[in-house]
């Protein structure tokens, strides 16, 4: 009775233990399945982020920015030799000089373009002298798209209207007795694909309502200027 009781718990006992390798195998089975899972969902994952970056490198950057958005094209470019993207412009192309526009280069126009578009403004205009805070310093369009130069003290295209009341470019001015004494100013460039339907001194808000829809790359360029201490 005694022996056979015991070679029925032992046989009870060695099935449990089979039971058990058999959980702990299917566990290790299903372990690897989701390991095997997580290593396919990482490598989708980095694809896309791959194919993200790709994307924004040779298509461009949706700028929000922008009065009318554009986009960013790395190899869409306005340099001036004269000075670096958010340094000083030099007094000589300012009001407290000889009021001549600096020299711009151009390159990476999309090859579908039909026509450029250079914006100058400055937003930190007090408020108090311009209710919208921006004073339009050059207007220019229809620039032909091969254009690679702005020479100094020239003009390309068509011109618009500044916020001066005159189709020509005038140089940064900042009153010295409003904050801030440092006043930016954006250069930016469309590539468009059309030409604008418009004529010599169209202002700013028109150009810029001419060309929605119409933009296929945008390029900026920043300088500052602050009026030297009387």
């Known amino acids: 009775m005694l022996y056979g009781g015991s070679n029925s718990a032992w046989g009870r006992h060695g099935q449990a233990i089979r039971r058990l390798h058999f ?24 694809i896309i982020v791959l194919a993200t970056i790709i994307g924004v490198y040779f298509i461009g950057i949706k700028n929000p920015s922008s009065p009318i958005g554009g986009i960013f094209m790395p190899s869409f470019s306005i340099t001036s030799p004269v000075f670096e993207n958010g340094a000083s412009i030099p007094s000589y192309f300012t009001c407290d000089g000889a009021n001549l526009s600096p ?38 369009f229809n620039i032909p798209p091969k254009t690679a130069e702005i020479a100094e003290g020239t003009t390309v295209g068509t011109a618009g209207k500044n916020g001066a009341g005159s189709n ?52 900026e360029l920043i300088g500052k200027y602050k009026k030297a201490a009387q």
């Open 103 to 140: 020299r711009f280069l151009i390159s990476g126009v999309p090859d579908s373009a039909k026509s450029l578009a250079l914006i100058m403004d400055d937003p930190d205009v007090p408020r108090v002298l311009r209710p919208d805070g921006v004073f339009d310093h050059w207007i220019l």
């Open 168 to 219: 020509r470019y005038t140089g940064p001015c900042p009153p010295p007795e409003y904050e801030p004494s440092e006043h930016r100013y954006f250069f930016r460039l469309y590539a468009l694909d059309m030409e604008l339907s418009l004529q010599e001194g169209a202002v700013k808000s028109d150009v810029l309502k001419a060309m929605e829809g119409h933009v296929i790359g945008q390029a």
């Open 23 to 46: 959980v702990g195998a299917g566990f290790l089975l299903k372990s690897d399945a989701i390991l095997q899972a997580m290593k396919s969902l990482f490598a989708f994952v980095g």
